[in-house]
């Protein structure tokens, strides 16, 4: 592999059941990408339909598809993550395997790359999903990231995007991260930018992706905000939970002394001096929670780099004309 002729592009695709798909939108790639130097990375994430024979078959046919085939369905961030490791491009642009991005719109988002970015982010403006189901949940979603990570953009969602490969080298991929790549580039310094991609409707297979998926982009941008402010710092979000706790078990007990002495009440009945006591409890919890997010930042910080997905198996171009 580091002896691999290193392309100008690589065209990296998930796949999860989408059989049908495939074959259409391979031939639209390569008719697109005419005249370039490109290879495209198919990444089967444990498909049941017969998605990996269609894959062999199109590269039995088609010198520049490689494929990954990983042991079961790891999720989209995995099999993209697998993607961005094993792609020789230098510029890596991933698109969904379902047909709804449009691969014209690939030389569009090189050009735009070619301004002076490092990452080109797809905005789906014409959205052809179901309006309640899939297109008011993104707004929300893409709003509120936008308001959280301050990088604002309008279709965080949106699998096409064109990428600088070493702008990925340093961004690990956990959960449904795959969407916040942008913000977590930006925070390294990165130049980010947007453009109006062609969005289609689908005519094959049915949607992996549902309502329940704002959850968990909810969750994960959570943990982005987090790694942002605190993942070299924990103490600071653990110590400061800690100093209110102190502060307000303060505060309760000294207002169990002052109606101890002003109004003579019993202090040993006072629910407060027990709250008091609970928030003390509490703060010296906090405090120790943060000293030992601090030992485990360091152990993540300092430990092997370990993927988050298990590959089958890697299939060459040659290997497939081979046989």
Known sequence: MDNAHQPELSVVIPVFNEADNLPGLHNEIVQTLEGMDYEILYIDDGSGDGSFEVLSDIQKTCPRVRLIRLRRNFGQTAALSAGFRYARGKIIVPLDADG?????????????????????????????????????????????????????LHDYGCTLKAYRAESLKPIRLYGEMHRFIPALARWGGEKVTEMVVNHRPRTAGNTKYGLNRTFKVILDLMTIKFLASFSTKPIYIFGGLGGLC??????????????????????????????????????????????????????YHESQDRPIYMIDKIIEPTETLNA
């Open 100 to 152: 709804q991005n449009d691969p014209a719109d690939i030389p569009r988002l090189i050009e735009k790359l070619d301004q002076g970015y490092d990452i080109v982010s797809g905005w789906r403006k014409d959205r052809k999903d179901n309006l309640l189901t899939r297109t008011l949940p993104s707004r929300a979603a893409n709003w509120l990231i936008g308001r959280i990570t301050g990088v604002r």
């Open 246 to 299: 102190f502060l307000g078990a303060i505060v309760s007990g000294l207002t169990v002394i002052l109606m101890k002495v002003v109004q003579n009440l019993s202090m040993n009945r006072n629910p407060l001096l027990i709250i008091s006591m609970m928030l003390m409890t509490a703060a010296i919890q906090f405090v120790l929670m943060g000293l030992l997010a601090e030992i485990l930042v360091r152990t």
